[in-house]
């Protein structure tokens, strides 16, 4: 049974001098939809009458991409760097954000792996704009469209997102060292 037994050369409990050079990270959030506000995914403008609410530009997508990003190198959520109590904030471009987020994480020596998103709501349907929206966030974070997952799913008619009057975004992202 040699192959179970612990490596001699580390202590148990020691903390890892040698971490992987790959971090994950999760981002979720959540918005309340309103009639007549513009829907921007994924810095992409969705033909809807409906649109998430916020202090920004809302874009829900963007939001949860940019805590996977800055959770992934263990720093702080986007309301730390953007609070949305500061009216100098009001309504700017959420890829601002992101953008930050990037910023943050190639200043701690990592480059953004890939990065797979799900969409939780019961509208607006982002069927069409699937691959435009993975197109805009790949350029955004200047990787490939094929390293952006994107899916959409419905609550199944439950609680508020499944009653279209939320919606939701779960984001994780793979960091690896450059
Ligand atoms: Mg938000």
């Known amino acids: 049974m040699q192959g179970l037994s612990f490596p001699k050369n580390r202590v148990k409990n020691e903390v890892m001098s040698h971490p992987p050079p790959f971090r994950i990270g999760l981002g979720y ?3 309340v939809l309103a009639l007549g506000r513009p829907c921007i995914l994924g ?3 969705i033909p809807s009458e409906v ?8 874009d829900v997508l963007l939001h949860a991409l940019a805590d996977a990003i800055f959770g992934a190198a263990g720093l702080r ?3 730390h760097y953007f609070p949305n109590t500061d009216p100098n904030l009001k309504g700017i471009d959420s890829k601002i954000i992101v953008r930050k987020a990037i910023e943050e994480v190639k200043e701690r020596g990592w480059q953004i792996g890939n990065v ?21 966030v790949a350029n955004l974070l200047k990787i490939s469209p094929a390293e952006v ?5 419905t609550n199944e008619g439950m609680d508020s997102l499944g009653q279209g009057k939320a919606i939701a975004v779960q984001a994780i992202c793979l960091l690896y060292r450059a």
């Open 29 to 31: 959030d959540i918005h």
């Open 77 to 79: 959520d986007i309301g």
């Open 51 to 58: 649109g998430p609410d916020g202090h920004s530009d809302a």
């Open 149 to 153: 997952g994107l899916k959409a799913t």
């Open 43 to 45: 810095g992409v403008m």
């Open 116 to 136: 797979d998103i799900v969409l939780i709501g019961e509208r607006p349907k982002i069927m069409l704009q699937v691959d435009e929206i993975k197109k805009s």
